[in-house]
């Protein structure tokens, strides 16, 4: 569950991303990323996607790739797939992490206007890993475009079996 947070003022709505991912391996999953929008002015958005996870180029750490393809609720559809590319590196041990991410696809490209031009798109933050299965994120997003301060903070909640 994440709710980002647009300090700016020049994004005319903020949304609520709800997310879960099904990890089948130790290298492969699948999961489904869902935006929310509040107000009338959004719609919500339905990526379902495959990742492939091994470690990182930086040594310890994870590194994920993966691709899905948006579905937009309450509004046209396009032709693109999307791409991720993703990095956790520790920081401090497994419980303070470093994230770097290169994608082609903000979720919100087209109806919010501080996401940046055309997609590719840098975010970068840290995750701080409470418990085994409680665990917090801060993000950046867009850092490469423009000055607008753009950030979301989050829970993940890790349930196994």
Partial sequence: IAYELNISGSGAINPLQLSTKIQFTKDASFGIIIDGFLGSQGYTTIEPYVAIHSGSIFGKGVMDVTIGKD??????????????????????????????????NPHRMGYIGYYGDGRGIFNMGFLLNLTPFLSIHFMTFDILDGFDFIMCFGVDLKLGI
């Fill in 71 to 104: 579905f937009y609720i309450g509004a046209g559809q396009n032709e693109l797939i999307n791409l991720y590319i993703g990095t956790k590196i520790p920081l401090i041990g497994d419980q303070f992490l470093l994230l770097a991410e290169f994608l082609n």
